[in-house]
């Protein structure tokens, strides 16, 4: 829809992570972006919307004439970290809208912001970490969130720990969920592609999809994996499906010490159609991670109608509840063994199946695009 009204107020957005590897946090962004204008304030919102990334994304065109793009000037991560606040300001920008944290010489200039913090895991977990990390993140994380206009975050979870780890009142922190929606490939097509592009079994599989690091629990579903397999023959053609991107050869040794490396399928980074098609295909999906400040790939499995487990801690008790079969210890194979051997049996009625799908439909790209907009209304 063409709108001709003017726009003296100008939100530049951070998108720098829309050009790095694919996670969550991207996914969160893009969906936004995409359902800015679905949302019911879009047309009365007197906002231009400056996107500020290193390339040109295809989702920029959603905004319509409401949207243009700036080319990030510098191109180091430090540059990039540093100059974004005087790039946004000299371009003319009323508000900024950063992911995680915000860099010093936003003060500097005087540049109003709203920053989305997805999680404070670095603090609640800190052995997933490095020191330079925890450390450059304790700073610039507190100092961020302590000079936001707003905050805005994905869970009651990363709520509760930022206000508790930075002092801040709720009345400064807005929760805007992830969410899921239909892929728009066709299943043949999807299917057709992920038989021919990776290693999927023509056999029942669980699966498991995310970043491949340890925080995730991969080993453990591994062991898992195998304990159950050996422990009841009429699960011995059952495979394991692990994709994502990360370092998958530590994982192809455990699974060749344990004598299942012929039924353990490590696909690395996968298309959506490939995604898709795992999905459908999959038996059960496990999420036995350590901690989580959502959780999205569990909803996403939801949204396919498949039995889950999953930890009992972090965001995941909250997004998870009360459908998921949960890990009271990630850290214990035989805890997931049990588990996953609740979820196989459910797995075959269909009636679950309905329940899950509506579970996750309560989650919506809209209404979280609408949170978002009321907060960058109310900063106008």
Same mark, same amino acid.
């Given at each position: ?136 993140? #304790?700073?610039?994380?507190?100092? *961020? ?15 509760? $720990? ?25 299943? *043949? ?15 029942? &599989?669980?699966? &498991? ?34 994709? /994502?991107? /990360? ?7 455990? $699974? ?22 795992? &999905?459908? #295909? ?8 350590? #901690? ?21 801690? *972090? ?38 199946? $309905? ?26």
């Amino acid at each position: 829809m063409q709108n001709t009204r003017r726009h003296p107020f100008v939100l530049g957005i951070d998108c720098h992570i829309l050009d790095e590897l694919k996670q969550g946090s991207q996914t969160y962004l893009h969906s936004l972006l995409a359902h800015f204008p679905r949302t019911a304030l879009w047309s009365d919102l007197p906002v231009q919307f400056r996107m500020f990334s290193a390339l040109r994304h295809q989702v920029y065109e959603a905004l319509g004439d409401r949207g243009t793009w700036s080319r990030i000037r510098r191109s180091s991560k430090m540059g990039r970290f540093l100059d974004l606040p005087l790039q946004m300001k000299a371009e003319g920008c009323s508000l900024g809208w950063y992911q995680y944290n915000v860099a010093p010489t936003a003060r500097l200039v005087h540049h109003p912001f709203i920053v989305t913090i997805h999680d404070v895991l670095y603090r609640a977990m800190p052995e997933y970490y490095s020191l330079p990390m925890r450390t450059r993140l #304790g700073i610039l994380c507190r100092t *961020s969130a302590k000079r936001a206009r707003h905050i805005l975050t994905i869970s009651t979870y990363s709520k509760q $720990a930022i206000m508790n780890l930075y002092g801040i009142t709720p009345d400064r922190i807005t929760i805007a969920p992830c969410a899921v929606e239909a892929m728009e490939s066709s299943e *043949s097509d999807a299917t057709s592609e992920a038989r021919a592009d990776s290693a999927i079994p023509d056999a029942e &599989y669980l699966l &498991y999809l995310g970043r491949l690091d340890p925080r995730k629990n991969l080993d453990n579903i591994i062991r898992a994996f195998s304990r159950l397999t050996e422990s009841d023959p009429d699960l011995n053609g059952l495979h394991l499906v692990l994709a /994502g991107p /990360g370092d998958t050869e530590a994982h192809r040794k455990l $699974a060749s010490a344990h004598g299942i490396a012929d039924r353990v399928h490590l696909l690395g980074e996968v298309s959506d159609d490939v995604k898709e098609t795992l &999905y459908r #295909g999959c038996r059960v999906f496990v999420y036995p991670s350590y #901690g989580e400040g959502f959780g999205l790939p569990v909803l996403e499995a939801f949204a396919h109608g498949k039995e889950v487990v999953t930890s009992r801690n *972090s965001s995941l008790e909250e997004i998870a509840s009360p459908y998921a079969h949960f890990v009271y210890d990630p850290g214990d194979p035989d805890a997931i063994v049990a588990a996953i051997g609740e979820a196989l049996t459910q797995s075959r009625d269909q009636n679950r199946s $309905a329940l899950l799908e509506n579970h996750a439909n309560r989650y919506s790209w809209t209404a979280s695009a609408e949170t978002v907009l009321r907060v960058i209304q109310s900063c106008i």
